[in-house]
């Protein structure tokens, strides 16, 4: 078994409490231990650099089976491993929607087959995403969803999301959240407040939000099942997933990271890169999301990576659809807007990109405990650099950070003892 010697590096480790310079060591793929391994192996030298267990993404839109045009299983894996990422949980509305055992089985298998990082299938909660009749939760379970969402839209009945947090308590799954109830954002295109009324869109008001994730919680509290609420973009909603944690109630939260960056005024220019859903909100809004992420009311932080071909995000902002790629601006997006200002510490930082997003799923990933699985993401945290989409793994290009100046990125992502990307080699 070969031996790969990470030298001299800042190792992070939240499951151990670790923050030190160290020397770490796998095994193959494994992670052997720290200090100085038993026998001559593949030295890097990593001073200067951060050793962390290999960052999860836990909301991704890979695209595969269905609009191959915009991304697929190989080409988002390549961008997630370019960003850092060791392991992605992808969406189920593809087209087919995830919904069957055979389909989480082929997402595994293709991921498989491309070889960059690892893939955690989530299934639809509804068959075809429909929101009429509960999918076949147990089936997709053995082919190896690891929770459920019909994430695109909300599971908009009260008592099908009720009788899925039922069945997936019997599985210990989580519920994962789109929160939004259409009536209240039917046609917008944006927040609604004093931007969209000034620029004369469309809006699409906090509450749409706030409403579901409150119904979401109380019904956990009610089955005892798991529910995770998926992009938290208001006030409000921060606000609920702290009082309901504070009850004991299974409830975790994700923040994004164009929503703790940008408020509404960015639609503005009638960019179609700030269009997403849920959409870009107030100053508020972002303040109470950074003070979520700081006291660990959002314990995960995530992309809700959504590529569209260009021509898709050309169309006027009514028809343009929602959403940007996120995997290979995630990381440095988050140190320079997260660590940079002083609002989380790395171990937090790190946290909530690999034990929070782990626990939520339940997956045996995001850990340097000797024994693990050897995933390992390798950080310069202070290299300043240009972001030029032009040169992302990612099929899609819509973006808001093209051209945009970052602190920090990954330079070597090692998934299973292997190195998957190496930036030191580019
Ligand atoms: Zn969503
Ligand atoms: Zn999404």
């Known amino acids: ?12 480790c939240p499951t151990q409490s670790l923050n030190e310079v160290t020397d770490l060591w796998l095994n193959g793929p494994t992670v052997g231990g720290f200090g ?19 960052l999860i993404d836990m909301h991704v839109h890979l695209r595969e089976p269905g609009r191959e045009e915009d991304e697929t299983i190989a080409s988002g894996t390549a961008a997630a491993v370019a960003g850092g990422v060791t392991s992605v949980a992808c969406m189920p509305n593809t087209e087919p929607a995830l919904d069957t055992r055979d389909a989480a089985e082929f997402c595994i298998l293709q991921a498989q087959r491309a070889g960059h990082c690892n893939v955690f299938p989530i299934g639809a909660v509804t068959k075809k995403r429909e929101g009429k009749e509960l999918a076949e939760i147990g089936k997709l379970v053995a082919g190896g969803a690891v929770a459920f969402t019909d994430d695109g839209a909300p599971v908009a009945s009260a008592e099908i999301m009720r009788r899925a947090l039922e069945y997936c308590r019997m599985f210990d799954k989580a519920v994962l959240v789109h929160a939004e109830i259409l009536e209240l954002t039917t046609g917008g295109v944006m927040n609604e407040g004093e931007v969209s009324v000034r620029l004369g869109l469309r809006g699409m008001p906090g509450v749409a939000e706030d409403i579901m994730i409150y119904r979401d919680i ?11 609420i998926l992009h938290v973009s208001t006030a409000g909603g921060v606000d609920l997933i702290r009082q309901g944690r504070a009850k004991g109630i299974r409830v975790s939260g994700e923040a994004c990271p164009h929503h703790f960056i940008f408020t509404d005024d ?30 660990d009311t959002l314990t995960v932080l995530a992309t809700d990576h959504a590529p569209h071909a260009a021509e898709k995000k050309a169309k006027e902002l009514d028809q343009t659809p929602n959403g940007i790629v ?19 510490s790395w171990p937090q ?11 939520v799923l339940g997956i045996d990933r995001g850990t340097l405990t000797p024994g ?5 993401t390798v950080i ?17 290009r819509n973006t808001p950070w093209h051209g945009a100046t970052m602190t920090g990125r990954a330079v070597l992502t090692i998934v299973g003892g292997e190195i998957k990307y190496d930036l030191r080699g580019v």
């Open 349 to 359: 930082m790190i946290a909530k990109m690999t034990t929070g997003p782990a626990g």
């Open 36 to 54: 100085t391994p038993p026998r001559a192996a593949h030295i890097i030298d990593c001073t200067g650099m951060i050793v962390t267990p290999g």
């Open 218 to 228: 109380v019904l956990a509290e009610l089955t005892g099942g798991k529910v995770h």
């Open 326 to 344: 996120g995997l290979e601006t995630f990381l440095p997006a988050c140190i320079t807007h997260l660590i940079e200002p002083g609002v989380l």
């Open 266 to 295: 960015k639609l503005s220019t009638f960019d179609s890169n700030y269009k997403m859903s849920p959409p870009l909100r107030t100053r508020k809004d972002v303040d109470a999301i950074l003070a979520g992420l700081a006291d």
């Open 372 to 376: 693990a699985v050897a995933d390992v």
């Open 380 to 396: 310069d945290p202070k290299t300043a650099w240009t972001v030029d989409a032009a040169k992302f793994k990612s099929k899609s």
């Open 1 to 12: 078994m070969s031996i790969l010697h990470l030298r001299n590096g800042r190792v992070i």
